[in-house]
């Protein structure tokens, strides 16, 4: 963390952090999921849908925060985040009905609009997790070609 500078100086940065940028994109993609359940899907959420959902939002949101003020924990907190929350848009709604974490959209009535919504949303968990991964791999090949341990 570089401690002179401001959140609004950070903030203004985030087409030069990556991954905050991603993180930013998932968040977006899970607010757009969220709306696309209130204009299809008048039915509500099942509570563990729902848990699992406002969980993905809280990482993401913590994972966005740590990449701004750049902590040596962001990187980690992508890859996690990002890989948990691909994986739990596939399990959930990709995936047949299987039980109470399931809002499986096969033999569903969604439109077209809520598969592209799922899969842009899938790729947007990849694409942190990919930049997450990207950026601890670098710091340890920056950090071994400098001879220091990586933060």
């Known amino acids: 963390m570089n401690p002179t500078h401001s959140f609004g100086s950070n903030f203004s940065g985030l087409r030069r952090n990556r991954l905050a940028l991603a993180a930013f994109v998932a968040l977006a993609m899970s607010l757009v999921h969220n709306l696309d359940h209130i204009v299809n899907q008048q039915d509500g959420v099942w ?3 729902g ?3 406002a969980s ?3 990482a993401t949101g913590g994972t966005l925060w740590l990449a701004i003020r ?3 924990l962001a990187p980690l907190a992508g890859f996690v985040t990002g890989l948990a ?3 739990g848009f596939a399990v959930i ?3 047949p ?3 109470a974490l399931s809002d499986s959209y096969s033999g569903a009535t969604e439109n077209w609009l809520s598969y592209v919504v799922v899969y842009l949303s899938i790729a947007a968990g990849l694409f942190l997790a990919a930049v997450a991964a990207a950026e601890l791999f670098g710091r340890r090949d920056r950090a071994a070609g400098a001879g220091v341990a990586p933060r």
């Open 93 to 95: 709604h990709l995936a």
């Open 51 to 53: 848990f699992a959902g």
């Open 70 to 72: 750049d902590e040596p």
């Open 56 to 58: 993905a939002y809280i």
């Open 47 to 49: 509570p563990p849908v």
């Open 85 to 87: 929350t691909a994986i």
């Open 97 to 99: 009905d299987w039980g």
